[in-house]
Structures are given as structure tokens and as C-alpha cells.
């Protein structure tokens, strides 16, 4: 026989059951969301740091291009040594020169087969005949420089070891090229070829005007 209901007094209160109670937040899944949070702006700086030093490194190892080679010299010299081709051409050669910063002009000797003077505001062709005539120091002098083209680098290397040798004169060979002229020169004309800031600063000198041999 089921049991009678009691009446609740009034003015007690009726307590919810246990089951109703709501319990309060937790506490944990804000921290964790502290802790990732934090992890993750953590490791985008450690990337950041490491990718800039990684981005300096690379900047200050490897060689900095001075001056962009024309298309065609491009062509004209080895991706794998970095040296020109033997069939590299005088133009090629004046245009790899300039990228570098030498601000060169050309000019051909008359005296020489397969060869060239290079430099900054040669005099006109009719004097540099007259220069070579005995007076090719004054050619160097005034900064220009002589470069003679041949066959292969291999010939143009065993020419410029002969000039070093027997005619103790400054030369250097570069590819199939061999070039003479002041050492402060040729300092510049290396490093152009390299694509390296120029050692030396030099300026054209005007050279008197020499009437030509007739």
C-alpha cells in the first residue's frame, strides 16, 4: 500500500536534486588553451629567427652580382666553371666587362692579329696605330689594357706565363684571352671579370694626340 504524501511546510524551501546542480567550469581547458596558444607563438618565432639567420648566412656567402650579363654572354661562357667558352667573341667580352663596372670601349691594334685594346676613352684608331709604334707604355699608362684572343684557353694560358716569364710585364689569361697592361689595371679588370667590386678607382686620361706614321 503505497505510502501517504507528506505536505512541505510552507515557507521551507525545496532543494533541486543533486542531479540539477550545475557544476562549475572547469578551469583546465583554459589553461590548455594557454599552453597551446603559447607553444604555437613559440615556435613561429624560433621559425622566424632561424630563417633570417639562414637568409644572412646566404647574403653574406655567396658573391653579390655587381652588374646583369647581357643575354648573349650568357651563352658565351661555361655553367659549370664559370669561364668563357673558346669561341667567345671580343663583343661578348666587352659586354661581360661592363656589367662589371669597367665602363670599357674597344678599339683594334694595328700592329696584332686577334688583338684588341680596351679601356676608358681610347683615342681614335689612327693614334692607338701611332701608340703602338713604340709608345704602347703610354697606352698602358693612361689605365688602357691589350687583350690578344686565341685559339683555346690552353695556348692563351702557356702566352701569358711566357710574358710573365721573359718579358716580366704584368698579363693574366682568361679563357681564350690574355690581357697586358698596368697591374692596378688588370687588378680592375679581374675583378669586372668576377663580378667583384673594383679595387682600384681610376678615371680616363687623356692621352696628347700623336700624329700617325705614314
Not at 93 to 108: I, K
Not at 150 to 177: H, L, N, V
Request: net charge positive.
Amino acid at each position: 500500500m503505497p505510502k501517504p504524501l507528506q505536505d512541505t511546510p510552507q515557507g521551507v524551501p525545496v532543494s533541486a536534486p543533486p542531479s540539477a546542480t550545475k557544476a562549475p567550469a572547469p578551469t583546465e581547458t583554459k589553461s590548455c588553451r594557454k599552453v597551446i596558444v603559447g607553444a604555437i607563438a613559440a615556435s613561429f618565432t624560433v621559425g622566424l629567427l632561424f630563417g633570417c639567420c639562414a637568409a644572412s648566412v646566404v647574403f653574406w656567402t655567396f658573391p653579390r652580382v655587381q652588374g646583369v650579363l647581357p643575354q648573349g654572354i650568357k651563352g658565351a661562357v661555361n655553367k659549370a666553371t664559370g669561364m668563357p667558352k673558346d669561341d667567345m667573341t671580343f663583343q661578348d667580352l666587352e659586354g661581360r666587362l661592363n656589367a662589371g663596372n669597367l665602363n670599357v670601349s674597344r678599339s683594334a691594334s694595328s700592329g696584332r692579329a686577334n688583338t684588341m685594346w680596351f679601356g676608358e676613352g681610347l683615342p681614335a684608331p689612327a693614334f692607338i696605330e701611332a701608340y703602338e709604334d713604340g709608345l704602347t707604355f703610354k697606352l698602358f699608362g693612361a689605365g688602357h689594357f691589350r687583350v690578344t684572343k686565341y685559339p683555346t684557353a690552353k695556348e692563351a694560358e702557356d702566352s701569358a706565363a711566357q710574358i710573365i716569364d721573359m718579358e716580366q710585364k704584368p698579363a693574366f689569361s682568361w679563357g681564350p684571352f690574355v690581357f697586358e697592361g698596368k697591374q692596378d689595371t688588370l687588378d680592375n679588370v679581374k675583378a669586372a671579370l668576377a663580378n667583384k667590386p673594383i679595387p682600384h678607382k681610376t678615371s680616363a686620361v687623356e692621352l696628347p694626340g700623336v700624329a700617325p706614321r705614314r
